[in-house]
C-alpha cells in the first residue's frame, strides 16, 4: 500500500478532535456556552491589537486559534496507558513531559499527549492531559485490592478500535474508511456512561478514599472530564462568564497578566453534575445518585521558557503561595492576585529582555533588509549582532505543554478542596514510563530544537554558514 493511500495522521487528529469537541457539546451544553465566548473576546483582541494580530499571521498561528484544544482523561491501570499511547500514535501525539501531582496532593502521575513537529502543531494542535491513578497511594490495602479488582475487568477500548489500531501499525497507516471507523471508534472511550460498574456502596467508598479514585475506578471507562478552548485574554473570558451563566474559579493559575504572556494561564467552572445508576446486589439496576466529573476550563498560552526562564518562575510562584494560601471559598483571591503581579515583577516583561537573558524561546528569521543585504554580501555576526541590525526578526515560540502546579490547582477546584492529601510517596517517572512502553518526550528539548531550527533556516537565507551565540 502506497503511503498516499492513507490519511495523513494531522488530519486523523483533525477529525477526532472535532468529533470529540461536537460529542462534548452534545454531553455538556455550557461547553458550547464557553466556546462562543471565547471566539468572542479573541475576534475582539484581535480587532483591538494590530500587533498581536500581526505577530500571530507570522507564526502562522492564527488558522489554528478556531481548532485549538485540549481535553484531559485519567486512566486507572498500566495497560490502558500502554494502549492509549498506541491510539495517540495513529493520530500523530506522542507523549511529552511527565508531571507528578502527588505532591499536590491528587494520586496521579501524567503526561500530555500532543503533536510534536511544527508543521503538524500548526495544523492542529490538540492535546490530551492523561494521567494515571497510583493505586499505591491508596493506604486502605483491601480498597486498594477492592479498586485493583474493580479495574482489571474493565475493557476501555472497543475490539474494533483495537484492531484499527493494530492495522494502523502494520500497514504504517490508515486508508479514508478506516480512519472513519477509526474516530468513531476511538470516541467510545471518552464518552460518558451513566452506568457505573459498582454499587452506590463501593462507590462511596471510593469517593471517601478520594474523589478522583471513585471517578476513575467506578466507570467504563476515562470518560473526557474537560475541553479547554484557547483564548487570547483569559482576563477577559474570566469577566465575561458570570454574564453568560458561568461561574469561574477564584484565581486564575499559572503567571500574573503580562505585556508579554509567558507559558499557561488557566481558568475553570465547575460543570456538572450527573445521574448516575448503580449496580444493584445481584448485578441488576441498583440505587441512582451523582457523580460530578466534568468541567469546563479555558487557556491563554504564552511564550515558551528556557531552563533558566521556568526556574526564575517556579521560583516566584513557590514565593507566592507561601505567602498567600487562596482559602477554600477564595474570599482571599485579591490578596493572592496582589502578591502575584508584585513578585512576577522581578521576571522582565519585554520580549528583547527576555531574549537577550535567555529566558524564553524564540524563531529567527530573516527579514527582508536581511535579505537585501545578503545579497550584496554585507550581512555577517552573531544572533544578537543580526537581530540589532534589523537583519533578523524574532517572534515568541508558544508553550505548548501544561504546568504541574496549576494542573493541582485545576484538579482541586474541580474535586473539592476537601480532596487535598499529603501523600509521602515520591514521584515515579520510571514506572510511569514502563507502563507507557516508551519513555516521554523532554519538552525543553523541543523547544530548544524549534528555535535552534529557526536559526539554522535563518542563517541559510542570509548566506551565512552557521549561527555563532
Ligand atoms: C486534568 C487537570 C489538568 C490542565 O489543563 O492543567 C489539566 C484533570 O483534571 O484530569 O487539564
Ligand atoms: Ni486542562
Given amino acids: 500500500m502506497s503511503a498516499d493511500a492513507f490519511v495523513h495522521p494531522d488530519e486523523i487528529r ?60 485519567r486512566l486507572g491501570k498500566p495497560e490502558e ?6 491510539l495517540f500514535a495513529v493520530m500523530g501525539m506522542a507523549p511529552v513531559g511527565y508531571y507528578d501531582l502527588s505532591v499536590a496532593g491528587v494520586p496521579v502521575h501524567s503526561t500530555a499527549f500532543r503533536p510534536i513537529d511544527e508543521d503538524a502543531l500548526r495544523r492542529n494542535p490538540f492535546r490530551v492531559f492523561t494521567s494515571l491513578l497510583r493505586l499505591e497511594l491508596i493506604e486502605d490495602e483491601s480498597l486498594r485490592a477492592a479498586a485493583e479488582g474493580i479495574l482489571a475487568k ?55 478514599a478520594h474523589r478522583l479514585i471513585a471517578d476513575v475506578v467506578c466507570f467504563k471507562g476515562p470518560h473526557i472530564n474537560h475541553l479547554t478552548p484557547r483564548t487570547l485574554d483569559i482576563d477577559a473570558v474570566q469577566k465575561g462568564m458570570p454574564k453568560r451563566g458561568i461561574s469561574p474559579k477564584a484565581v486564575v493559575e499559572g503567571p500574573p497578566t503580562r505585556n508579554c504572556p509567558i507559558l499557561l494561564r488557566q481558568t475553570s467552572f465547575k460543570a456538572l453534575e450527573e445521574q448516575v445508576r448503580f449496580v444493584g446486589d445481584s448485578g441488576d439496576k441498583g440505587a441512582s ?83 537585501d543585504a545578503a545579497k550584496n554580501g554585507e550581512v555577517s555576526g552573531t544572533v544578537n549582532a543580526l537581530v540589532e541590525q534589523g537583519y533578523l526578526r ?35 517517572q520510571d514506572v510511569f514510563e514502563a507502563a ?34
Fill in 394 to 428: 524574532c517572534d515568541p515560540i508558544i508553550y505548548e505543554d501544561f504546568l504541574p502546579v496549576s494542573a493541582a490547582g485545576i484538579f482541586q477546584s474541580n474535586l473539592g478542596d476537601e480532596a487535598q492529601k499529603n501523600y509521602q510517596e515520591q514521584s515515579n
Fill in 289 to 371: 445518585g451523582t457523580h460530578t466529573a466534568r468541567f469546563g476550563e479555558i487557556e491563554q498560552r504564552g511564550i515558551a521558557l528556557t531552563q533558566k526562564g521556568r526556574a526564575l518562575y517556579d521560583t516566584l510562584l513557590a514565593n507566592v503561595r507561601h505567602a498567600v494560601q487562596i482559602n477554600a471559598g477564595g474570599s482571599n483571591a485579591r490578596d493572592y492576585e496582589t502578591e502575584l503581579s508584585e513578585r512576577f515583577a522581578a521576571f522582565p516583561d519585554d520580549y528583547a529582555t527576555l531574549r537577550t537573558e535567555d529566558l524564553a524561546f524564540f524563531k529567527y528569521s530573516p527579514t527582508k533588509v536581511g535579505l
Fill in 154 to 208: 474493565r475493557d476501555i477500548f472497543t475490539a474494533d478500535a483495537i484492531k484499527l489500531i493494530d492495522l494502523a501499525e502494520k500497514n504504517g497507516g490508515l486508508t479514508r474508511p478506516e480512519a472513519e471507523q477509526f474516530v468513531t471508534e476511538a470516541l467510545e472511550t471518552f464518552r460518558w456512561h451513566s452506568d457505573a460498574t459498582v454499587s452506590l456502596e463501593t462507590y462511596q467508598k471510593m469517593h471517601d
Fill in 14 to 73: 483533525s477529525m477526532f478532535s472535532s468529533a470529540m469537541s461536537d460529542m462534548y457539546r452534545a454531553e455538556v451544553p455550557q461547553y458550547g456556552t464557553l466556546l462562543e465566548l471565547v471566539a468572542d473576546v479573541n475576534q475582539e483582541s484581535l480587532a483591538a491589537n494590530t500587533e498581536l494580530r500581526e505577530g500571530l499571521e507570522r507564526s502562522d498561528e492564527l488558522g489554528r486559534l478556531d481548532v485549538e484544544r485540549h481535553g484531559a482523561i
Fill in 81 to 86: 496507558l500502554f494502549t492509549m499511547r498506541r
Fill in 436 to 469: 507507557l512502553g516508551t519513555s516521554v518526550n523532554d519538552e525543553l528539548a523541543l523547544y530548544a530544537q524549534t528555535q535552534q531550527a529557526s536559526i539554522d533556516d535563518a542563517f541559510t537565507a542570509l548566506g551565512l554558514r552557521k549561527s555563532v551565540a
